[in-house]
C-alpha cells in the first residue's frame, strides 16, 4: 500500500467506517517497517495487537483481582452499618413526630379564622379605632425620645462634649 492509501484508511479508521478487512490490513502494515511520520500510530497498533494476545490465567485470576481491589480500595473512613442505621432510626422518630405536632396543631387551631363581624361598615369602624390607638401610643413615644434627645445634650454639655455638628452655642 502506498502512503496516500494509508493515510486515507487512517482517516476512515479514525472516523470508524471501516471495515474488519481495512482494520485488518492495518494491523499487517502496521506490524512491518512504516515511515517516520506513522510511527506513533505504529506504536498504538502493536499494543492493540500486545492486548489481545494476553490471556487471562484462570485458575489465579479471582485472587489477582481481589489483590488489585485490595491495593486500589480507598483509604477513608468506613461508615458502621449499626451506625447509620441509629442516624436512619433517630431521623424517622424525628419525623414522625413532627408530623403528629402538625397533626395536633391542625385540629387546635383551624385554617381559617371566622369573621368577628357580620356588617362590614362596623368592622370598618372598629378598624380606624384600633389604629387610632396605635397613632396615639407611636405620637406619645415620639414625644419621650424627644425629651430623651434632651437629656442627652444636657448630660453632653455637662461633660463637655460637642455633638456631631453642632458647635458649642447651639448647644
Known amino acids: 500500500m502506498d502512503s496516500k492509501q494509508i493515510h486515507q484508511l487512517l482517516e476512515r479508521y479514525w472516523n470508524c467506517e471501516t471495515s474488519l478487512e481495512e482494520e485488518r490490513a492495518l494491523r499487517e502494515y502496521f506490524r512491518g517497517q512504516v515511515p517516520e511520520n506513522l510511527d506513533e500510530v505504529a506504536g498504538l497498533f502493536r499494543y492493540f495487537e500486545s492486548q489481545q494476545q494476553k490471556e487471562i490465567s484462570g485458575l489465579d485470576f479471582d485472587g489477582q483481582v481481589k489483590q488489585q481491589i485490595r491495593q486500589h480500595r480507598p ?11 441509629r442516624i436512619a432510626a433517630g431521623l424517622l ?31 370598618l369602624e372598629e378598624t380606624k379605632k384600633a389604629l387610632m390607638m396605635l397613632s396615639k401610643g407611636f ?33
Not at 419525623?95 to 357580620?118: I, L
Not at 425620645?145 to 454639655?157: C, D, S, T, W
Open 75 to 85: 483509604k477513608g473512613k468506613l461508615i458502621n452499618l449499626a451506625f447509620a442505621l
Open 93 to 123: 422518630v424525628v419525623m414522625v413526630a413532627t408530623y403528629f405536632v402538625r397533626q395536633e396543631m391542625r385540629k387546635s387551631y383551624p385554617a381559617e379564622v371566622a369573621d368577628t363581624y357580620s356588617d362590614p361598615q362596623l368592622a
Open 139 to 171: 405620637n406619645k413615644a415620639e414625644k419621650e425620645a424627644g425629651r430623651l434627645k434632651v437629656f442627652n445634650q444636657a448630660e453632653q454639655k455637662i461633660q463637655g462634649k460637642v455633638l456631631d455638628g453642632e458647635t458649642e452655642d447651639q448647644i
